[in-house]
């Protein structure tokens, strides 16, 4: 079957792929109005929790406008007259819709201090972001718009939650009440891990749009170098872990940049 018979097909929209696309939409939506509703809330109780050496400067969090604008992008593109029987849509629509709520969830919980449920929730959104992204890579056929709007979205918002997971983590152990020994060796060992955590995924997302890969390399550097920023001057072991963090996404990304590296498939290109 050829990439246009494919594309063509794809196109072809069913009642099930048409409640899809709303259902996408409708989680973006969502996430957006909910992170609005209870921002001071929860800026108030954040600023009255204690904090480790793996936080980043207060400017790094303006990647989630990013976000939010792009995954309401990619939610009108979904309900598009053409599109709902798209592959792409077809493949993501509903994990993408649920890492949407779990991403308007998590703040609420963080706002009225359930905490345990926020961390639940942040590994929740992590998962289904995993799924998305890994689902990314199999689409056989893409548009350029798609690769971008996919990639941009789906790439940012897995890579921030790839990081904000190892600060999520550690402010739960902190918490926890653990002793600030133990906090700052999790911090640590959270912050490495999420390293080779991406590391990983940028090798798997070779295949798949390079948008898609890029995108999230970009969103673990800029949370590592937002690291540096805030801890230079107040924790060195914070720094310390962010640049060993930063070797095997920073390797992954040479290794796919290098001529010859592998690239989505000549049939997937439309």
Known sequence: MTAS??????????????????VTLLGAIFMVWA???????????ST?????????????????????????????????????????????????????VTAGLWPVATAYAQFDLAQILIV???LLLAVVYRRIITVHVMTNAERWLSGLT???????VTAANAVSIQARIIGWGASERTVAISGIVAL?????????????????PRQLWIAYAFAVAWALVAIVV???????????AAAVAAIPAAAAVVSGLRPG???QPAEGRV
């Open 5 to 22: 018979t494919l594309s063509g097909a794809a196109a072809a929209s069913t009642a099930q792929d048409r409640i899809r696309a709303v």
């Open 35 to 45: 992170n609005v509703a209870v921002v001071q809330r929860q800026l108030d109780v």
């Open 48 to 100: 009255s929790v204690a904090v480790g050496n793996i936080v980043p400067a207060p400017w790094a969090f303006a990647i989630w406008g990013v976000i939010f604008l792009l995954s309401v992008g990619f939610g009108v593109y979904a309900v598009l007259p053409s599109n709902p029987g798209r592959e792409l849509v077809h493949a993501i629509g509903y994990p993408a819709a649920a890492a949407f």
């Open 124 to 126: 929740a959104m992590w």
């Open 154 to 160: 789906f790439g940012l918002f897995f890579g921030w």
């Open 192 to 208: 490495i891990v999420a390293g080779l955590i991406a590391g990983w995924f940028i090798r798997q997302g070779q295949p798949g």
């Open 230 to 240: 805030r801890q230079i001057g107040a924790a060195p072991s914070g720094v310390a």
């Open 261 to 263: 590296a592998a690239t």
